[in-house]
């Protein structure tokens, strides 16, 4: 079966810009977790979902970051006014549920380049 | 504050020959550890899990060995084979709520043939 998958695998942008990041998880998983991976960094917590809603988004840098699930399976993660620090691995991963006994398969992840 | 800490950058290893790869974490209130290995270009995979309750677990070639005391953790690879080498991460959780996972720097492993 088709694994996690994230669009576009690479984004150059200019600062200022607004860029959207897709993910489509596992069918049939229900959590839906975004990280971003900065270089030399491991994988930082942004925001899960459970179903169609934000279960904790407290690791969401600022308001600029925003992600919807609104059918509980396609994400979208959207960052306004990018910026240059912006610029890193955006990876998803998705397991059947929720809790730490659920293995989280991860998507290879989105490139976002910020100029 | 780096709560999950891999201190070793990256590793060399010839074939054959085991590899350690270790893990310190912070927060006492983590009970559920994970390693994670990664390819380039590609999304972590899960590698192997231990709870807090063991002080051992072991999966074929792979063993995590875990100290609650010294709050310390350590991946044991034996034995070692090029398609190891890899970007290794360690990453602790609370089983208790839903917490998400909370992710080390990684360990580049090379294996050397």
């Known amino acids: 079966g088709a694994g996690v998958s994230q669009t576009p695998s690479n984004k150059v942008t200019e600062k200022g810009k607004y860029v959207e990041l897709r993910c489509d998880p596992i069918s049939g998983h229900t959590a839906l977790y975004w990280y971003r991976q900065s270089l030399g960094q491991g994988p930082e917590f942004l925001i899960y979902?459970?179903?169609?809603?934000?279960?904790?988004d407290s690791g969401l840098p600022n308001d600029r970051f925003f992600a919807v699930r609104p059918e509980g399976s396609v994400s979208t993660l959207k960052i306004q006014r990018t910026e240059r620090g912006d610029s890193a691995v955006y990876l998803c991963a998705s397991s059947l549920t929720i809790g730490p006994y659920n293995e989280q398969f991860f998507g290879p992840g989105t490139r976002l380049t910020v100029l | 504050d780096q709560q999950v800490k891999q201190n070793s950058p990256s590793l060399s290893v010839q074939e054959g020959r085991i590899s350690i790869l270790n893990c310190d974490y912070t927060?006492?209130?983590?009970?559920?550890f994970l390693w994670y290995k990664k390819y380039p270009a590609e999304g972590p995979t899960f590698l192997i899990s231990?709870?807090?309750?063991?002080d051992k677990n072991e999966d074929g070639r792979f063993t995590v060995f875990l100290n609650k005391s010294a709050k310390h953790l350590s991946l044991h690879i034996v034995p070692s084979q090029p398609g190891d080498s890899a970007v290794y991460f360690c990453?602790?959780?609370?089983?208790?709520?839903?917490?998400?996972?909370?992710f080390g720097k990684g360990t580049r492993l090379s294996v050397i043939a």
């Open positions: 231990i709870s807090s309750i063991k």
């Open positions: 927060n006492s209130m983590f009970d559920y």
């Open positions: 990453a602790a959780s609370l089983t208790s709520g839903n917490t998400p996972l909370v």
């Open positions: 979902f459970q179903g169609t809603g934000a279960a904790d």
